[in-house]
Each structure stands twice: as structure tokens, then as C-alpha cells.
């Protein structure tokens, strides 16, 4: 089975800084592209950035492009957001997804992790 899980949430104020992570275990052949969603209560869950395989493309949300960056480090199956400038409005659960294929035969599935909560508060 495949296991996707965040850490680097908390408590920050407006303008600081925070490092998401989130490290992919299990049976792994090929992990695809990954991302970061975020989820505000009351609000849909939306699409923060995404990597691609190699990292050679991302992609952002227009509200944090410019203080958002995301990487992605193969060797460890670990994907990381960097959170910069932080605002009020950035405050969500943030949950990482990852497309995995276990076997050769197949093209991958989506799998998330549980989420961590982000606050931006003063």
C-alpha cells in the first residue's frame, strides 16, 4: 500500500514563513506528477501547485504565484511547498496528492495525504 504524509503546519503570522512536506512510502515503481491542494472551511478544495515528474514544470494558483514555491526531491519520494508572505487567506488544510503506479502495467493512481493545517493569524 502506498502512504502519503504531510508535516511542517502550524501556527505562523502575517508575512512569515512556513515549509511544507510530504513523504511518499510504500510499494513504489514510478511516482508521477504531485501537488498541494488546500482546503479553507466553508470553501471547496482548491489546487495550490503542481510538479511534474522530474520537476522540470510547475504550476500555481494565481493567489500565490510569486510567494509559493514547489519542489520535489525523487530520491526521497518527497514533495515540499514553500510558503512565503504568508496572509490571512492562506490559512487551510493543506493536503498533498501524488499520481503512483505500484506496477509497470498500470498508468498510476491518485493517492492523498491526511492534511495539515495551516494558520495565519496575528
Known amino acids: 500500500q502506498v502512504q502519503l504524509v504531510e508535516s511542517g503546519g502550524g501556527l505562523v503570522q502575517p508575512g512569515g514563513s512556513l515549509r511544507l512536506s510530504c513523504v511518499a512510502s510504500?510499494?513504489?515503481?514510478?511516482?508521477?506528477?504531485m501537488s498541494w491542494y488546500r482546503q479553507a472551511p466553508g470553501k471547496e478544495r482548491e489546487l495550490v501547485a503542481v510538479?511534474?515528474?522530474?520537476?522540470?514544470?510547475?504550476n500555481y494558483v494565481d493567489s500565490v504565484k510569486g510567494r509559493f514555491t514547489i519542489s520535489r526531491d525523487n530520491a526521497k519520494n518527497t514533495v515540499y511547498l514553500q510558503m512565503n508572505s504568508l496572509k490571512p487567506e492562506d490559512t487551510a488544510v493543506y493536503y498533498c496528492?501524488?499520481?503512483?503506479?505500484?506496477?509497470?502495467?498500470?498508468?498510476?493512481?491518485?493517492?492523498w495525504g491526511q492534511g495539515t493545517q495551516v494558520t495565519v493569524s496575528s
Open positions: 496528492k501524488a499520481k503512483i503506479a505500484q506496477y509497470a502495467w498500470e498508468r498510476g493512481r491518485d493517492y
Open positions: 510504500g510499494f513504489i515503481l514510478t511516482t508521477y506528477s
Open positions: 510538479v511534474t515528474s522530474a520537476g522540470e514544470n510547475t
